[in-house]
């Protein structure tokens, strides 16, 4: 599985390791940047009355670097992005905003 960040120019390749239907979706970073190879990326969702509970985590990384503070807001964006997808019928993948930090 491939996926793209930063309008297309960061592409990163994964491999799904984990696919539960209506429980978790796990993956295996393969290509990204270098703290992120082997890590595991998961979605853990399950129902809550009328509500579904995602519970997100980047684990793993192969050093605690500061970069990691910068992925952290990200992942926080686009799960918002992927609320107002499933919600609204769209998200914003590639937002038009302001840089996190030097990273962008």
């Known amino acids: 599985m491939e996926t793209r960040f930063k309008n297309d120019t960061l592409t990163m390749k994964f ?3 984990e696919l539960t239907s209506n429980a978790l979706v796990k993956w295996r970073v393969l290509e990204g940047p270098p703290e992120w190879i082997g890590s595991t ?3 853990a969702h399950s129902a809550n009355g009328e ?18 503070h910068h992925c952290s807001t990200k992942w926080g964006y686009y799960m ?3 609320k107002n997808l499933l919600e609204c019928g769209r998200g914003t993948p590639h937002p038009d905003e302001q840089p996190a930090s030097r990273w962008g």
């Open 51 to 68: 509500e579904t509970v995602v519970l997100f985590s980047h684990l793993g990384w192969n050093e605690i670097v500061e970069y990691m």
């Open 41 to 43: 990326i998961q979605f």
């Open 15 to 17: 491999r799904i390791e």
């Open 80 to 82: 918002f992005s992927l």
